[in-house]
């Protein structure tokens, strides 16, 4: 099953995930080396996101996040796992796990009769 993973921070100015690079470099190598994980990267902070919304036909778009909130997604993985043991016992691994906070979504593949992708 394929999980999506978001790495959350607290640090609303989305300064503080600075992990050792050792230990990230570490994640991502035995994640591959294992299989299950597909691509990932960081994201910018909430400050450099542009939100989109249609109304009416007009295309709004805003320079602030979704909520105000504390929490921001800093980045993201997608898991190729098994179980959702094996999605937790990789996510648990992640540096940002013991000082952030990392949450799995299940994915729920498209049913198109002929997908893109």
């Known amino acids: 099953m394929e999980y999506l993973m978001l790495i959350t921070d607290e640090d609303a100015d989305g300064e503080a995930w600075e992990p050792e690079a050792a230990d990230f470099e570490a994640w991502v190598a035995d994640a591959h080396a294992r299989g299950v994980r597909i691509r990932g990267n960081r994201l910018s902070p909430p400050t450099d996101a542009t939100v989109v919304r249609v109304r009416a036909g007009d295309v709004l778009l805003s320079d602030a996040p979704l909520s105000e909130t504390k929490e921001w997604v800093a980045g993201y993985d997608i898991l190729e796992a098994a179980t959702l043991d094996e999605a937790v016992e990789v996510a648990s691994a ?24």
Do not use: C, K
């Open 94 to 117: 992640h540096p940002r796990a013991r000082t952030g906070h990392v949450a799995l979504y299940p994915t729920v593949p498209l049913d198109f009769p002929n997908p893109v992708i």
